[in-house]
């Protein structure tokens, strides 16, 4: 028995999302939950392996988003599959933003960076004045803060 709940989809996830599409006033019995469980699982572990078998015979180790819209397809699944391929690519679409929202931000801090080291630099340079503001003064002629 451990080993066959090992293998199946947690029930406190299956039972949430169940009660996500049913009016809060319904209730779900423990049996409709497991009957739920055991059917999402076997319907994932399907598709799953359908999806493997295209990997495998195209010597690939991973599988990926496509496969499994492709396998979804084979089955018979057409409307999940269609499903799928919106929600495909409207998530490497969202990827791809975030991606280059992070690129951005990256360069835009590292040119804030670049611009405050910059200005500090500017200022350690601006320090001192240059040597032809100022004048000899000859030994026993009064400063100008003496003479002040």
Request: glycine fraction near 6%; aromatic fraction near 6%; hydrophobic fraction near 30%.
């Amino acid at each position: 028995m451990v080993d066959e709940q090992e293998r199946l989809l947690p029930i406190a996830n299956v039972g949430r999302i169940m009660k996500q599409i049913l009016p809060a006033t319904v209730k779900i019995s423990k049996e409709g939950k497991q009957t739920m469980q055991e059917c999402a699982t076997e319907f994932i572990s399907f598709v799953t392996a359908e999806a493997s078998d295209k990997c495998h015979k195209e010597n690939r180790k991973t599988v990926n988003g496509d496969d499994i819209c492709w396998a979804l397809s084979t089955l018979g699944f057409d409307n999940y599959a269609e499903a799928i391929v919106r929600y495909l690519y409207k998530y490497r679409e969202a990827e791809r933003l975030k991606a280059n929202q992070n690129k951005k931000n990256s360069s835009q801090g590292k040119l804030e960076e670049s611009n405050y080291r910059n200005d500090q630099l500017g200022k350690q340079t601006e320090g001192p004045a240059p040597l032809d503001q100022f004048r000899a003064i000859e030994k026993g002629e009064p400063s100008q803060a003496e003479a002040s």
